[in-house]
């Protein structure tokens, strides 16, 4: 699929996601880490999940993971003119440091299948990074 082509609600930075968000434009996936526990975060927020701590501070991750689920989405949700991005592929990705997250497939995904392995991927999506997943070659 054409980079150029993608439609998507891009997200509003908040207090708590801007530096999510402005690795992304670097090409960095950034996590949380706990001080405390030790935890990786994904999404970003302002206390751990894992123990309640608030000592969290930012680290890069590798962009690899793993296809836990997957779901080839038929229908637009956001009205017509969204039609054109029809179908794609949403995954959710065990990442290698732990967390799991919810993102959207590129290139071929005929064959994908659980447990294969990704990448993360940056799209320029309207002036702004989106990290998106691929299969690894």
């Known amino acids: 699929m054409n980079q150029q082509t993608i ?3 891009l997200p509003t930075p908040t207090v708590d996601s801007a530096p999510f968000w402005e690795g992304c434009t670097q090409g960095k996936l950034l996590l949380q880490a706990c001080d405390a526990c030790k935890g990786m975060i994904y999404f970003p927020r302002r206390a751990c999940p894992h123990c309640g701590a608030s000592s969290l501070r930012w680290a890069q991750a590798s962009g690899r993971g793993r296809v836990f689920s997957f779901s ?15 179908p794609y592929t949403l995954a959710l990705i065990d990442l290698e440091e732990g ?8 290139g071929d995904t005929s064959e994908i299948r ?21 299969l690894s070659k």
Do not use: C, T
């Open 7 to 9: 439609r998507a609600h």
């Open 72 to 86: 080839e989405v038929h229908v637009s949700f956001y009205g017509p003119e969204w039609n054109s991005e029809l």
């Open 99 to 106: 967390p799991r997250m919810l993102s959207r497939m590129m």
């Open 114 to 134: 659980i447990g294969d392995s990704v990448q993360v991927v940056f799209v320029d999506v309207e002036n702004q990074k989106l990290p998106f997943f691929q």
